[in-house]
């Protein structure tokens, strides 16, 4: 598993979302953290739904809640980069490093406060006029192609 960059899931809410972030994980490499609460039981049947034969590749971590995962990231020395439509840097105009770890809100709410302002950059993937958000799934995709294309 390339350990230089990680997913991590803020409570998601989707299972069918998250088991296709874990399975475009496997075929990376790339490892994947769940922040809990998520919003559907963190079972295997459901993510498997999505996530297909590829959950088993998957190198999936579970933090109980959002203190836990700080505790773990900060032993790690782990720069968090959260993607936010409240964020002004493209990410496209980031520089991404090794260790670094890219948080993604909730489908339904993003993040609260406390964790946007944790962040140790905020990112946002520049849309056109009038549009919400797009799929998590899509987002992490995109921006962990461009963080893997400059750590290469």
């Known amino acids: 598993m390339n350990d ?7 409570q ?6 998250t088991g296709t972030i874990l399975r475009f994980a496997a075929c990376l ?4 953290d769940i922040i809990e609460p998520a919003g559907f039981p963190l079972s295997d049947r459901t993510l498997k739904r999505a996530g297909m034969d590829y959950l088993e590749m998957a190198a999936l971590t579970r933090h109980v809640d959002w203190h836990a995962f700080e505790q773990w990231r900060k032993s790690g020395a782990r720069r968090l980069v959260l993607l ?10 980031f520089a991404f490093a090794d260790g670094d770890v890219l948080l993604f809100g909730r489908e339904s709410a993003g993040v609260p406060d406390p964790v946007h ?14 549009t919400r958000s797009i799929n998590v799934a899509l987002s992490v995709a995109m921006v962990a192609g461009e963080a893997i294309r400059q750590l290469r």
Do not use: C, F, H, K
């Open 117 to 130: 302002e944790a962040a140790d950059a905020r990112l946002v993937i520049p849309m056109q006029p009038g």
């Open 84 to 93: 936010s439509t409240r964020a002004a840097t493209a990410y496209t105009d």
């Open 29 to 32: 490499g790339l490892g994947v």
């Open 12 to 17: 998601p809410d989707i299972a069918g979302n």
């Open 4 to 10: 230089r960059l990680r997913i991590a899931l803020y």
